[in-house]
């Protein structure tokens, strides 16, 4: 191994059935050092790591580490933890029923303490430490999904790790937090820790890390210093082609001409919800691309589960196409042809024991009554039109979903909803945690469906692709509408002074 090397993984392969996942892949971290791993969903991200990690064998090459004279062998996460490899999953995999201490410590107790005191007292200064806005008593689950994270990143710094795997940990994240973050992963850097960041966030890559090594399709493209790789040379390395400019993505959809255009074909007043969401009128127009945006806890969020009857409305008026409507549960919506792509697709979105064809139908088996259900045949065929249609990369229809790539899953809640023929269709953060190749399709999917009359709100972290779909964005704090932008105004300046100055009513 060379000197400066923590971590070196040579020649990795790894076959699933029908599939190559890993194809002679190299990976070299230094010492002290930020290195993010890149790629599209699919490219082997993921099965590197988890190779690394003891969750899945590899069929082929080595893995030395820092210390150790001669090759490791990981067989589980177990082993992995033992050697000094600490990882952070993009989906939190702590238990929210029990206390954050518990979380910080679970499986540790027997080797560092023995009572509650002792433990919520070094929970305390752990948590304290790193400026986490929680209490070591407080249960899990009732922190936001932004202090689970940061609790997962907790119990991965307190284990003293020489490796820390970072996989998409700052999804759930708002612009103060992930500052918290990079100043830790900074500290960590300076003590020789080495930190694998996998991220889809292009300016954080280029604001925190030293190093980026990209995979595509299962195979090494090259490693390189950060210095030495543009941005737009880095998609274009991940994608294997040029991009095509992000920027003209809305003037080339041309927009809805219908004769109804002007058409409002949604409206809410005065709705809010058991979610503290407070009272906001709405409307979108046929063939409309709308947006909520907002820093993170804004109400977001909130205020879309609202119109879809998935959190308790407290009050307000519904009109679909003119008429009064009444939703108080998702089945209402969904028979008034409104569709919903959640914001967190592995708790309320995928069913990931089900094949990605049962995922497909879901709901418009739903909608057609389970006692009614369709032929396999029919299925298939649905299956299939919206495998197409999307691209999904899929071995077969009855593939699991929970075995595609995170781009795919949502693609294929993506198909399910789009199978019932919405008239209006909500998308919560729907390019979350996928690759910029997806992101673009998606982006420009959401304005096809709005030429052809669709109704689209769309919610994402990142302003820059908010600014690409919309035309409207309805801009919200602390759970209010503090204004609403259009035309000259939709710009990032502007929204963050409205967010900054605006007035809640």
């Known amino acids: 191994m060379n000197e400066n090397s923590i971590l070196e993984m040579r020649n990795i392969d790894k076959v699933f059935p029908g599939v190559r996942a890993l194809s002679g892949v190299d990976f070299t971290l230094r010492k002290g050092e930020i290195h993010a791993l890149m790629g599209e969903n699919g490219a082997g991200k993921s099965t590197l790591i988890k190779v690394l990690t003891g969750v899945y064998p590899k069929d082929n090459g080595e893995i030395r580490m820092a210390g150790h004279d001669k090759p490791v062998n990981i067989k589980s996460p177990e082993d992995a933890q033992n050697i000094g490899i600490s990882t952070v999953y993009q989906e939190i995999t702590l238990c929210s029923n029990l206390s954050v201490a518990e979380n910080i410590f679970i499986g540790r107790e027997k080797s560092f303490f023995t009572n509650w005191k002792m433990r919520n007292k070094r929970a305390g200064e752990i948590l304290k430490s790193l400026d986490i806005p929680a209490s070591p008593t407080q249960q899990l689950g009732t922190c936001s999904i932004a202090v689970q994270q940061m609790v997962a990143i907790a119990r991965a710094v307190d284990m003293e790790c020489k490796i820390l795997i970072l996989d998409e940990p700052t999804s759930s994240l708002d612009e103060q937090?992930?500052?918290?973050?990079?100043?830790?992963?900074?500290?960590?850097?300076?003590?020789?820790?080495?930190?694998?960041?996998?991220?889809?966030?292009?300016?954080?890559?280029?604001?925190?890390?030293?190093?980026?090594?990209?995979?595509?399709?299962?195979?090494?493209?090259?490693?390189?210093?950060?210095?030495?790789?543009?941005?737009?040379?880095?998609?274009?390395?991940?994608?294997?082609?040029?991009?095509?400019?992000?920027?003209?993505?809305k003037s080339d959809s041309g927009g809805y001409n219908g004769e109804d255009k002007d058409k409002i074909l949604f409206e809410a007043e005065n709705l809010s919800s058991v979610e503290a969401v407070n009272p906001f009128d709405f409307h979108i127009k046929k063939g409309e691309v709308n947006g909520f945006t907002g820093l993170l806890g804004s109400g977001?969020?909130?205020?879309?589960?609202?119109?879809?009857?998935?959190?308790?409305?407290?009050?307000?008026?519904?009109?679909?196409?003119?008429?009064?409507?009444?939703?108080?549960?998702?089945?209402?919506?969904?028979?008034?042809?409104?569709?919903?792509?959640?914001?967190?697709?592995?708790?309320?979105?995928?069913?990931?024991?089900?094949?990605?064809?049962?995922?497909?139908?879901?709901?418009?088996?739903?909608?057609?009554?389970?006692?009614?259900?369709?032929?396999?045949?029919?299925?298939?065929?649905?299956?299939?039109?919206?495998?197409?249609?999307?691209?999904?990369?899929?071995?077969?229809?009855?593939?699991?979903?929970?075995?595609?790539?995170?781009?795919?899953?949502?693609?294929?809640?993506?198909?399910?909803?789009?199978?019932?023929h919405p008239d209006y269709l909500i998308l919560d953060e729907p390019t979350r945690g996928i690759d910029v190749g997806t992101k673009v399709e998606i982006q420009k999917l959401v304005l096809k469906l709005a030429s052809e009359g669709m109704g689209v709100t769309f919610i994402s972290s990142e302003t820059d692709e908010m600014l690409r779909t919309c035309s409207r964005l309805i801009v919200m704090r602390d759970r209010h509408v503090v204004g609403e932008l259009t035309g000259e105004?939709?710009?990032?300046?502007?929204?963050?002074?409205?967010?900054?100055?605006?007035?809640?009513?």
Not at 489 to 505: F, R
């Open 177 to 249: 937090e992930v500052a918290k973050l990079f100043k830790l992963m900074r500290e960590l850097k300076q003590r020789g820790v080495g930190i694998i960041f996998v991220t889809h966030f292009l300016d954080q890559v280029y604001e925190v890390c030293d190093r980026i090594t990209v995979l595509r399709d299962g195979k090494l493209v090259g490693e390189y210093e950060i210095k030495d790789l543009p941005r737009l040379m880095l998609v274009s390395k991940m994608l294997g082609k040029e991009l095509d400019d992000m920027s003209s993505i």
């Open 300 to 420: 977001r969020s909130e205020s879309v589960r609202a119109i879809f009857g998935a959190d308790r409305v407290l009050s307000g008026k519904l009109k679909k196409d003119g008429r009064d409507i009444k939703i108080t549960k998702p089945i209402d919506a969904m028979k008034n042809k409104i569709a919903y792509l959640p914001e967190d697709r592995k708790e309320d979105g995928i069913i990931g024991d089900l094949s990605v064809r049962e995922n497909i139908i879901l709901a418009l088996q739903v909608l057609e009554g389970f006692f009614h259900p369709f032929s396999r045949a029919k299925a298939e065929e649905f299956a299939d039109e919206y495998i197409k249609l999307l691209e999904i990369k899929t071995a077969s229809t009855d593939t699991p979903v929970k075995s595609l790539s995170g781009g795919n899953q949502q693609k294929v809640i993506l198909a399910r909803w789009l199978l019932t």
């Open 489 to 505: 105004d939709l710009n990032q300046h502007k929204i963050m002074s409205t967010i900054a100055e605006g007035e809640s009513e």
